[in-house]
């Protein structure tokens, strides 16, 4: 920072502020798990010929990304220009090093090398840094839309994604986009592996393939219980493959044997599973494995189905109604034509039915006027008359229909994993969610993506994978550091947790700034909630902000 001076010289102020804010924990997080020199040591480079190493480039981004400020990575030295960057990310780096050539050029190197198989040599030395037991891995997949035209019209190389329309789970059909696919774990949303996908990607053959190469790898590195992943699992083709593991997933509800079964079953006469859930289980068999199935009825589900099934048979009553109006406009030949159109249109009745029908009979005379007493009319026409009523009973079935789903595990043995463990575990599929959520705050990075290349693509969303295993790390080891030390943080009301979320405590550190007098450094604003945090933490956390 300078000052000018009237008399036309520049020179440096006594005193300087600079943002520190959460940025220091991201650092001490992003160090413990020792990303940054886990990359540097496999990715060669020349270091006697760069200012700034790819792990520090890497780190930048990562700081970028969690800044919470919706910039774009070319915009990464405007970012830091307000941020002690040395501190940060070492001594001698300014923020002009960390310009889009420097940026560029490292993302281009974690494409050139791998990001799938980088990532899988990262994540399990953090895993065990943190101390984390992998219960189970919970697969998943998002997209995300891109600006820009990339390889949508001509095609993709090999081992480069391809960027086109697909079914777009942020509702823009009209964009191109990419996918990702992550497996994390349950106890704190660990991102285990990530792989990016052409954005027309289909989940079910992907989480296929996936499973096909990394299965073992998964399995040998983390020894997880359970693997766990929505509807795209259950397939008569993926099942097989998960060899040597249990599985739990959910069964499609288009499945016939599914849709009969949800269709029968009286939710009233079911054992409680607690209080709000009720449940049935049965043994059967798919694609040839012996398998477990638990239906699951839940208070709040049946409030929700309540909802839809009403507003559904709401529209299908007024389309049946409309429908037998017009039959019964319709006139017919002859009374056998009538009774067949009227069978024909009961048929396809579900939630109606036609009542108290009478098929009448209407006398035609050619000549015009009002017939004479006793002349027989020259023809009859025929029309339906009736009521349409609803069926209750359809209804109801329809609702018990919708208030309860269906999961499925090779686990057959009930004492092994009794059916609320089932439920439990299949519940932290939310973990996978959660994570895709964090990566599509509109504040995260950049709300879409734009880069020069689709392999830059590739490898900004490992970076964004990264900031979400910083993340998620960084909420686990303050929790633990919390619970284990038998401290406490305040929430967004003020009362006293051992739970807040990563995003409370960026937020609560936004006022922490550094005051530079000439060579002297201060940090400004810390209270007793600031340092509870870093003295859990330990001493490479108060680092940053001593």
Request: with cysteine; aromatic share 8%.
């Amino acid at each position: 920072m300078a000052v000018h001076i009237d008399s036309g010289t520049m020179v440096t102020p006594r005193y300087r502020s600079q943002t520190l804010a959460h940025l220091g924990l991201v650092a001490g997080m992003y160090d413990e798990l020792e990303i940054g020199t886990r990359i540097d040591q496999v990715i060669p480079q020349d270091l006697d010929k760069r200012q700034v190493s790819l792990g520090q480039a890497v780190k930048a981004m990562v700081l970028n990304g969690l800044g919470f400020v919706n910039q774009r990575l070319y915009l990464v030295p405007q970012f830091f220009a307000d941020k002690p960057t040395p501190r940060l990310l070492g001594p001698g780096i300014c923020p002009e090093h960390l310009n889009d050539d420097v940026l560029g050029r490292a993302l281009d190197k974690l494409y050139a090398y791998g990001v799938t198989p980088l990532y899988l040599w990262l994540a399990p030395h953090a895993v065990q840094r943190l101390g984390v037991k992998v219960a189970s891995v919970h697969a998943d997949i998002t997209s995300f839309h891109v600006d820009g035209q990339y390889n949508s019209s001509t095609g993709a190389a090999m081992g480069v994604v391809h960027v086109t329309p697909g079914y777009s789970r942020d509702h823009r059909p009209d964009l191109n986009q990419v996918a990702l696919e992550l497996i994390v774990e349950r106890q704190a949303g660990l991102p285990l592996l990530m792989q990016p996908l052409d954005g027309n990607a289909e989940d079910k053959t992907t989480l296929r393939t996936t499973l096909q190469a990394y299965l073992e790898q998964l399995q040998t590195t983390y020894q997880p219980d359970y693997v766990v992943a929505d509807s795209a699992l259950y397939t008569a083709q993926t099942l097989p493959v998960l060899t040597g593991v249990y599985w739990i997933t959910r069964v499609p509800a288009t499945l016939k044997e599914a849709h009969q079964l949800l269709r029968e079953l009286d939710p009233t006469t079911l054992p409680s599973l607690d209080e709000q859930t009720r449940y049935h289980t049965l043994t059967t068999t798919y694609a040839g494995i012996t398998q477990r199935w638990v239906v699951v009825y839940s208070d709040a589900a049946r409030q929700r189905a309540q909802h839809t099934v009403r507003r559904q048979c709401l529209k299908a009553s007024e389309t049946d109604l409309h429908a037998f109006t017009a039959l019964c406009q319709q006139a017919f030949a002859c009374e056998a034509d009538a009774r067949q159109a009227l069978a024909a249109f009961q048929h396809r009745l579900t939630l109606t039915t036609v009542e108290d029908t009478v098929i009448v009979a209407v006398p035609h005379y050619h000549r015009r006027g009002r017939p004479k007493a006793g002349q027989p009319p020259d023809r009859f026409s025929y029309h339906i008359t009736g009521q349409l009523a609803s069926r209750p009973a359809e209804y109801t079935t329809r609702l018990n229909q919708h208030s309860g789903f269906i999961l499925a595990t090779n686990q057959v043995d009930q004492t092994a994993l009794p059916e609320q463990e089932l439920l439990q575990t299949y519940k932290a599929q939310q973990q996978a969610e959660r994570g895709f959520r964090f990566l599509k705050d509109p504040l995260f990075l950049a709300s879409s993506l734009f880069l020069k290349s689709p392999q830059r693509i590739m490898a900004l969303l490992f970076v964004m994978t990264l900031c979400l295993l910083v993340y998620a790390a960084l909420e686990y080891r303050l929790r633990e550091a919390l619970k284990r030390q038998s401290q406490t943080f305040p929430d967004q009301k003020g009362r006293l947790t051992q739970r807040p979320t990563t995003r409370w405590v960026f937020q609560y550190f936004v006022s922490i700034h550094l005051l530079i007098v000439e060579t002297q450094e201060l940090v400004l604003n810390l209270n007793e909630h600031h340092c509870t945090v870093l003295a859990v933490l330990g001493e490479r956390y108060q680092a940053f902000y001593s």
